[in-house]
């Protein structure tokens, strides 16, 4: 977990990490947590969670470096600096220090969790879907402002986005009050006519790439033989045809989902009854923990994998949300 000013979310997780805990075994679980550059309480709370988890018996790491270590995301560093923090906090398991301390003496799954507001079932749910579908990766879903979040990264199996680019400019920048309100939803999945259907109806589904605020790996992906480590694009080059060692032209959570096709770990899926927001008042309206209605068997649930990954992808470049998507061969990066 990497966290940064975020005292306000982290009381759901003094709420929550206690439940998932109990499911899974509190002394099976290491806790491993990176913070730095907060000036507010996190560091303060983060000293009252390792407390908690002492008292669980969950053995766990918490780096906490409070305004002692700067961001350094200016200029281009953002994603530079993510991708390290990100690594800073799976260190233990990069180590083996985290197997020393489960009773199997192994690692079998890394879940990484935003500062995101949650249920614990929301998070279970994770789990369990990517255990019954032998997935490599499984996501929650993120909503913000009544449209599906993390646009940079999800990417269906088509690697098309899950909205329109056109779609989004419109819905952001017409007039609504309060946000959201009164406006037509963009349609979700709008070339995927299959992928809409198991999406709307709360079915787990095969996407090429995700984070969504909530994803779990196979711990196996990140040791040897292939040792996948968040990083930066390695295509973007300078005028003089030289790559860049700092650059921002893809998120390091889409290129782990690349690199994950790469090691020939592409069974990657998103969970939408896992549906989790970075606003507080986001998550009530999307939170879909409650029993779903109708009969529903695991037939329905069950994913018909795709084994090899859609020839292209779409790129948003940099995070440049004013200009449409790019298409690329899915490997370029």
Not at 4 to 26: C, D, M, S
Not at 250 to 267: I, N, P, Q, R, Y
Not at 301 to 325: G, H, L, N, S
């Amino acid at each position: 977990m990497n966290l940064y000013q975020n005292e306000e979310v982290l009381p759901t997780f003094f709420q929550e990490l206690p439940i998932i805990l109990e499911q899974l075994g509190p002394e099976n679980v290491y806790v491993s947590i990176y913070e730095n550059n907060s000036e507010d309480k996190t560091q303060e709370l983060l000293g009252l969670l390792g407390d908690l988890l002492g008292s669980l018996g969950t053995p766990h790491y918490i780096n906490s470096k409070g305004n002692s270590v700067k961001s350094h995301k200016e200029d281009g560093h953002r994603i530079n600096f993510l991708a390290e923090a990100r690594n800073i906090a799976m260190e233990p398991l990069y180590s083996g220090e985290a197997a020393r301390h489960v009773p199997t003496g192994r690692i079998d799954e890394v879940l990484f969790i935003n500062d995101i507001y949650h249920c614990a079932s929301d998070i279970l749910e994770v789990i369990l879907q990517k255990r019954t579908q032998g997935a490599n990766q499984a996501c929650a879903v993120d909503w913000g402002g009544r449209v599906v979040y993390d646009r940079w990264i999800i990417r269906s199996m088509t690697g098309r986005t899950f909205y329109h680019w056109e779609d989004l400019v419109e819905w952001y920048n017409s007039p609504d009050h309060p946000p959201g309100e009164g406006k037509v939803i963009p349609p979700v999945l709008p070339d995927d006519p299959a992928d809409r259907a198991r999406f709307q109806a709360g079915l787990p589904m095969q996407v090429f790439s995700c984070w969504n605020g909530a994803t779990v790996f196979d711990a196996a992906a990140f040791l040897a033989p292939h040792n996948i480590r968040f990083r930066i694009s390695d295509s973007d080059y300078d005028e003089h045809g030289v790559k860049k060692t700092v650059t921002e032209k893809a998120s390091e959570c889409f290129l782990t989902s690349v690199d994950m096709w790469k090691a020939g770990l592409g069974k990657i899926m998103i969970v939408p009854k896992a549906s989790v927001a970075y606003n507080f008042d986001d998550y009530p309206r999307y939170r879909k923990d409650a029993p779903l209605r109708g009969s529903r068997t695991l037939t329905e649930e069950k994913i018909q994998w795709v084994t090899k990954p859609p020839a292209q992808v779409m790129f948003q470049d940099r995070a440049v949300w004013y200009e449409a998507e790019r298409w690329g061969k899915w490997d370029e990066q």
